[in-house]
């Protein structure tokens, strides 16, 4: 597992789409995860998941990775050897220190965080739109109140004269007239 890809470590092909790179994380993170999987092994291996998903559910840090494995020989060790200053050294970093924090929480906590990843942007919409969406139901509210009233006053009006036509009546009828 030393000498595997980020590729291989997922199971993937290098051609995976980034649906398919983060459905199979999923899987393996569920798989892999320390709170779930009690083997000696399932840390490390969760790590290196989640390592190779941080880097490759990233287009940039993709392309980066890719150029760095493109020409490595496909024999013994085809992981990238950088220099310690360069970007994907610490993006490398990052993902251990992450993968590390994730492997430590309870499972069912890293779910909800995977779960809540990606709903900033609908929160950040509402929390923008909100105000707009509160002020215009006032508005609404204050300048049309009267049209529910006045529309059932109609109706009510309106049916009686239905009514009235419908069974015949033509007013009041006095008891003389009978």
């Known amino acids: 597992m030393n000498d595997a890809t980020h590729y291989q470590i997922l199971g993937i092909s290098?051609?995976?789409?980034?649906?398919?790179?983060k459905q199979t994380f999923r899987i393996l993170a569920k798989q892999w995860h320390p709170d779930v999987n009690k083997s000696s092994h399932a840390a490390d291996t969760f790590r290196r998941v989640y390592e190779a998903f941080a880097i490759l559910s990233d287009p940039n840090k993709r392309q980066m990775?890719?150029?760095?494995?493109?020409?490595?020989?496909?024999?013994e060790v085809v992981q990238p050897q950088p220099a310690p200053s360069s970007d994907y050294a610490r993006w490398t970093q990052e993902a251990r220190k992450q993968a590390d924090a994730y492997a430590a929480m309870p499972?069912?906590?890293?779910?909800?965080?995977?779960?809540?990843?990606?709903?900033?942007?609908?929160?950040?919409?509402?929390?923008?739109?909100f105000p707009f969406i509160m002020f215009g139901m006032m508005f609404v509210m204050a300048y049309t109140w009267w049209i529910i009233p006045v529309g059932l006053i109609g109706y009510v009006v309106v049916d009686g004269?239905?009514?009235?036509a419908r069974s015949g009546h033509k007013g009041h009828v006095s008891t003389s007239d009978k």
């Open 14 to 21: 290098r051609t995976a789409s980034q649906r398919e790179i």
């Open 65 to 75: 990775y890719d150029d760095l494995t493109r020409h490595a020989p496909q024999v």
């Open 107 to 129: 499972y069912k906590k890293f779910k909800r965080v995977l779960e809540e990843t990606g709903w900033w942007i609908v929160r950040i919409i509402l929390m923008v739109l």
């Open 161 to 164: 004269i239905r009514h009235k």
